[in-house]
């Protein structure tokens, strides 16, 4: 069996480079597609708290550790939730993670957001007196986690990141702390590149894992595996369109990690295929003049009424990141 290519991150972890995605996959389906993925080769997960199926997720390694494989040899990754940003939560929350799964230590764990809720009332706090908002908490910067973050210990988190950050935000938490995330997990596709991040990134060895790298989106638009140019490539490849986005992440360098909770998909979707050049920047022209973030929480519900990313429809928020 075939458990496709190893990255290794700047702490020197080895990080398999295809990891299955659990977002939005339900009680039931989640435990189903671990158990399969693992078992077909997957060594790389993609977990966190706000996913809300992480016991169930839990009882799928029951089912393969040690059976398949060793702990040692699956890369989980979990992330701190706005929640509990705050320096007394963060290992509090950790705890919780590493009990829903069963497990001693994660080899990842992210800041979810640059953002900050306020701890106790659930994982979205409702807002006091704005309907259909979640309640911000405005005090807790970014070096506040972060500061908190690296503090944990060795023993329950092997390497630590963050998902979502921009370089401005990235900057910040560097240059009060002086340490530098492993990794940024961020949205990621052909009609979102984030060139000046990757290259960001790249410059300080912070490694990128690219999220919705099929173009899922909760906004009601094309899905990216039923565009034309993808469809084409992949039947020139004999792939489907879903492995041809994966092949663009990987030409990229980074770290890829589908969701599916179907079989064959999850199957098929860890089969790597190769682009040459041509296809890879024939894939990339999706994108030009063409801009699509799908994650923006600002249009969320609840809404959150931060800009985070400089998108326009940012514009009309109420409130900015507290780096510092
Ligand atoms: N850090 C963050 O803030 C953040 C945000 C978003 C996502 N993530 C992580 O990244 C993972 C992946 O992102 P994502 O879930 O947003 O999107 P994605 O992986 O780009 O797309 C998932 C969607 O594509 C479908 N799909 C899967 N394989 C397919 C195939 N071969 N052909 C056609 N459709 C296929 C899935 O449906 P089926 O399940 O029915 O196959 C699902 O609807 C998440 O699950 C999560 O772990 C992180």
Known sequence: MSFGKILTLSSGSPLPQIGLGTWLSKPKEVENAVEIAVRNGYRHLDLAMIYENQDEVGAALKKVIPSVVKR????MTSKCWNSAHQPAEVEKELDETLKQLGVDYLDLYLVHWPVAFPPGNGLYPPHATKEGEVALDLETSLVDTWKAMIALPK???????VSNFTIEHLEGIISATGVVPIANQIEAHPLLPQDDLVAYCKEKNIHITAYSPLGNNLIGQKKLT???AIEEIAAKLGATPAQVLVAWGVYRGYSVIPKSVQEERIISNFKQVELTKEDYEKISS???????????????????DIGLFGEPE????????KIA
């Open 226 to 228: 039923d565009e034309a």
């Open 155 to 161: 023993s329950k988190v092997r390497n630590v990141g």
């Open 314 to 321: 940012e514009a009309k928020a109420a409130y900015k990141v």
């Open 286 to 304: 999706l994108g030009h003049g063409r801009h699509v973030r799908y994650n923006i929480p600002f249009r969320y519900t609840p809404k959150w």
């Open 72 to 75: 040692e040899d699956l890369f």
